[in-house]
């Protein structure tokens, strides 16, 4: 995923937070809004409880790969923050990318 397609500031994130729509999953919170510039932003957040340090950019890396499989950026319609929920770790990484792909979707359908 290209750093043009990331939210980055603490603020941004906030924003899709606290004024977007949500959808949730087993593995995944999906807080997205419609885009405001050309090409659809996604930030990737988690909790300190799962695992450590080296877990954690482990987690963020695969879903920032599964991102850029699942989404073109210059046609979808949002941006989004995705936060991990515990139970990712439980799930093997086809299993994660089929509910994160079936989360996106759900979200640009309603």
Known sequence: MKKKNRVRKAEEFQKIIHTGKKKVSPAYIFYYLPKK??????????PKKIGHAVD??????QVRMMCQDLIDFQNYPLDGVIILRFSYRDHSYAANKNILEKLLTDATIK
Do not use: D, H, M, W
């Not at 090409?39 to 988690?46: D, K, P, V």
């Open 37 to 46: 510039e050309e090409e659809a932003r996604i930030g990737i957040s988690l």
């Open 56 to 61: 954690r950019n482990l987690y963020k890396r």
